[in-house]
Every structure is written in structure tokens, then in C-alpha cells.
């Protein structure tokens, strides 16, 4: 079974705008899906489509089976979210407002409390534990709302800019916490952001939005081969002999287009082979965001 399956999918709001078109993708378990545009793309109203927290115009969703238009509180029970602004108790201590979203699920005081303890130390939260939520700073709270977002062990937990007003440090016990999730226990996650570069360094697959509508789906290695007109590889070398075509980059620079990193060995070979020193070799993997602006080249979504 698909952990997230959405077939045309599209929301028009009241006032016309059209935020998600004709959205269909599927999601395996287990998956980091990094869910990426600029603001306004559509991801959060997606991720509220999926939870039940809007209902859409057309088209049709799945969580682990379930259909959240027809029955949201079964969603609830097995999945987490982490909106944007996610409601908690500022006269409560950060343990307290585990405590209370525990029994909003379920959960007995204990069950919570031993959770709400592995959570909090996960995120780096522990010796914040007792105080109360007045005195956490915005990168403190955003940590809670995630220890919140999975308290009942949701088997799917869909962020929304997770690391939005984070400082670098709290990012890494975040990335750390997301990637031991999907890896280890099997979860998926499906992130939203508008940091592309963020997203590369822990989503294991990606959907490209603009506009609302998808541009492409993939992991990084087939977006990669989709946009890509072969692999640029920098050689750093005293010379290159004129029968081995490349590009002059600058002094003992020089760059070829290959089809694929299998055939680097063999460029080098060749090099060496014709009497030159070489100094350095370095693939020019295509980064997200590079890949993203080449899709949009490529004839984004067009719309009146
Ligand atoms: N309740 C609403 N009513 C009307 N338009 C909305 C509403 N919510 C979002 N939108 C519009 O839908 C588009 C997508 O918004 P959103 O899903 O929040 O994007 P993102 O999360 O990618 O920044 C935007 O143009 C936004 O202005
Ligand atoms: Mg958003």
C-alpha cells in the first residue's frame, strides 16, 4: 500500500484562485518526499487537502488507504502534522503540552510522558522540559510543535516548513529526528518547503511544484537525468591535448561533457595516457535548485 496516493487533485478557493491543479502523485512508505516550491506553490493548502482540514474541488486522496474527505479522525490517528502556526499552550510547560496532545490521542499519562521524554531529548528540548512555553524562543517552539506533530507515533507526518526560524543547530537535531523516523522506524514524511537546498540534504524523493501544478517527481538522480544534457566534469591539469575536445575554463582548467560518471575512469585514463598531470577531477552534479529553474525553463505550468 502507497503511504500518500493522490489523483487529480485540484482546489479552487471561493475567490477563483486556484491552488493545486490536477495534482497527481503516489508516495511510497518509508520515503522523505520533499514537497517543494516557492511560496504560493500550493503546498500547504495540499498538505490541509490531505489531512482533512479542506475539502477539495476535484480529484481524489489516500492516506495509507484512508480517504481523509470521508473519514479525517482515522487520518489523525495515524498520521502527524506540523502546520505552519501550530497551536500550543503558552501557560503550560513544553512537557504539559505533551502531555495534553497525548491524551487528545489517547494516550495514557505514562505513555506520553515516556514519548514526550525521548522526543524532547531527540530535539535537544530536555532542559526545557518544565518551563513554561513564554520563555522558548521561536526556534524552541517550532522543536515542540514537532515533538507535538508525533507524539502518537504517527505513521505518516507531513511538515510544513519544519525548519522555518531555526537556528543551524536545531535544523541538524530536526534532519537527524526526520531521518531516523523514515529510516529506522519506517515512517514516511512528507516535507514541504521553499528551501530547496535544505530539502536536498535529507529527502530521499521529490515533487516539484509551481503554481499549484506539478512539474516533475522523482528522485534526485532521475530529475537529474530528466533536465540534464550530460555531466560537465572540471579536470584540473598542467595541459590537455587538442584531441581530447573540451571546454577552456580558466588557467589548467577544463571542462567536459560527459554522458554519465561511468565514464570518467576513462576520460582520466586518456589524460594521463597523453602525457598530462592531473591536479583535480570534480563532477558537476546539477543541484535541486538547478534542476528546478531548468524544469521551469523547460515550459512550466502556463495559466491565464
Ligand atoms: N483560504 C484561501 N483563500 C483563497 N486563496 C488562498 C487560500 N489559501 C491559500 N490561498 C492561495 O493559494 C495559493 C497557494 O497557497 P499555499 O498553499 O499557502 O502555498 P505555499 O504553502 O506553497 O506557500 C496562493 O496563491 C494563496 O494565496
Ligand atoms: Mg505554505
Do not use: W
Request: hydrophobic residues 35%; aromatic residues 6%; charged residues 25%.
Amino acid at each position: 500500500m502507497q503511504a500518500v496516493e493522490i489523483k487529480h487533485l485540484t482546489k479552487k478557493f471561493t475567490n477563483n484562485q486556484i491552488a493545486v491543479r490536477d495534482l497527481t502523485l503516489s508516495i511510497n512508505q518509508g520515503e522523505v518526499f520533499g514537497f517543494l516550491g516557492p511560496n504560493g506553490a500550493g503546498k500547504t493548502t495540499t498538505i490541509k487537502l490531505l489531512n482533512g482540514m479542506l475539502q477539495p474541488t476535484s480529484g481524489k486522496m489516500q492516506i495509507l488507504g484512508e480517504d481523509p474527505t470521508k473519514d479525517p479522525i482515522a487520518i489523525h490517528q495515524f498520521s502527524g502534522v506540523l502546520t505552519e502556526r501550530a497551536a500550543m499552550y503558552d501557560q503550560l510547560t513544553g512537557m504539559e503540552n505533551l502531555l495534553f496532545y497525548g491524551e487528545v490521542f489517547g494516550l495514557s499519562q505514562e505513555d506520553s510522558r515516556k514519548r514526550g521524554l525521548d522526543l524532547l531529548e531527540q530535539l535537544e528540548l530536555s532542559y526545557a522540559a518544565d518551563r513554561k512555553l513564554t520563555s522558548y524562543s521561536t526556534g524552541m517552539r517550532q522543536r515542540l510543535s514537532l515533538a507535538r506533530a508525533m507524539i502518537h507515533q504517527p505513521k505518516v507526518l507531513f511538515l510544513d516548513e519544519p525548519t522555518s526560524g531555526l537556528d543551524p543547530e536545531s535544523v541538524l537535531s530536526v534532519n537527524r529526528l526526520i531521518q531516523d523516523l523514515a529510516k529506522n522506524q519506517g515512517v514516511t514524511v512528507f516535507l514541504c518547503t521553499h528551501q530547496l537546498r535544505y530539502a536536498q540534504e535529507i529527502c530521499t524523493s521529490y515533487g516539484l511544484l509551481d503554481e499549484g501544478e506539478l512539474l516533475a517527481t522523482g528522485t534526485l538522480e532521475s530529475l537529474r537525468h530528466r533536465v540534464s544534457k550530460g555531466l560537465k566534469v572540471e579536470v584540473q591539469a598542467n595541459r590537455i591535448s587538442p584531441d581530447l575536445h573540451c571546454k577552456l575554463l580558466g588557467k589548467d582548467r577544463f571542462e567536459f561533457t560527459l554522458i554519465d560518471e561511468q565514464e570518467i575512469p576513462e576520460l582520466v585514463r586518456k589524460i594521463v595516457q597523453s602525457g598530462s598531470d592531473i591536479y583535480g577531477v570534480t563532477a558537476k552534479q546539477l543541484t535541486l535548485e538547478e534542476i528546478y529553474f531548468a524544469l521551469l525553463e523547460e515550459g512550466g505550468p502556463v495559466h491565464d
